[in-house]
């Protein structure tokens, strides 16, 4: 580990004011393509910024710029041709392809290049599903393994920790892929209402923070396998420069991010199917309510995804339209959660509410205070919006940095809430009723409300009348 530059974690990597963009120039930077203004660098040209994330013997580059770049690179070039260009300037630069390299030379060089391929690994795994990115890593890896023992072991470990990440992610989508394949044969059984109805979410968990808790857990554990670089990729267009090639268009090596929205889907409707399915309408009340307190319980933990669905379903017209079952419900905590994630303003109450739990966040003992859990479409929304709102490149040609400092600050920001472990004990049954019961399409939702309260309108009764 000696002279290995040391990069602190992710929360240190800014403060809350601003991105830590003093990136210190050295004489050629200046000149070198690179543009600064009080220190901050923003803009330059790929090929500078490129040179810019190659360690030298006296020069690491900032760890926010080195995840900054990396995120943001893949909106001109591949990952698989950035590493090949990094690979190619280590080299070069470092003479590392010249026989009986001098042991003091590599001692200065080899634990900075070590330390940039293990933050490209730890930070960006999923680039790594790429064979040519294997290819260049094994490559640059054994030049630097060759000289001494002790990088034959840091490169091992590097190379083992890797694997280790992506044999992970691919049981993940095992499971997720079963999951599914589950819910969906399911689904073929249920198109209308069951005559019994076998089981409901009371009668497999009775208490709302439970239930609150395990909702917890399947968010946690899903934010945890989206990898920052899917946000940037979700809106890869064109590199204008480039003709001939969109940057992303032909690999996507994950698919975690629409996992994720997909769920927040599912717990709409599901939370929908249980308020339709039952004959009475005392009990449609009941369960109302009790989502209503389920939905109180994710706000105090933090977990602000589940509560939009939850408060999503209830919104569904399906469950809005049935006025006899809202009539037997003590509506005040409904609306006080309405009121929160209320959409006005640009969702003034909910953004207040999130700055809160990310300030209890960072100032938390343990981790059931870390936990904030993003309401996920609106912060996809918010990165597309800043990544729309201004160009990726400047009229002369040079890379807008600016602009992916804040990108980077705002999925930076993600990847430290995605980070935290969930406090709660996992209850098997409760999961696997939250992730594989059958929910109601929306056509069968439809049909269930109108058998439940009677269509009123014409449009109703002729809607009622095509989905019989």
Known sequence: QERMPQTPPFAAMFDSRSYNRNLYQSKEDTCGGLSYHDNNLLSGSLEALIQHLVPSVDYYPDRTYIFTFLLSSRLFMHPYELMAK??????EQQRLSEPGLDKNWMRKIVPKILQLLTEWTETFP???RDERMMRNLKELAQRIASGDEMYRKNVQQLHQNLIRKLATVSQYEEVLAK??????DRLTVLKAKPQSIQRDIITVCNDPYALAEQLTHIELERLNYIGPEEFIQAFVQKDP???DKSCYGDRKNTRNLEAYVEWFNRLSYLVATEICMPVKKKQRARVIEYFVDVARECFNIGNFNSLMAIISGMNMNPVSRLKKTWAKVKTAKFYILEHQMDPSSNFYNYRTALRGAAQRSLTAHSNREKIVIPFFSLLIKDIYFLNEGCANRLPNGHVNFEKFWELAKQVSEFMMWKQVECPFERDRKILQ??????????DALHLASYESESPENHVEKNRWKTLR
């Open 86 to 91: 990094v690979c190619y300037l280590c080299i």
């Open 126 to 128: 999923y680039d790594f």
């Open 179 to 184: 999951i599914n394949a589950t819910s969906t």
């Open 241 to 243: 420069l480039d003709n």
């Open 433 to 442: 009723y939250l992730l594989t019961v059958p929910v109601f399409s929306e």
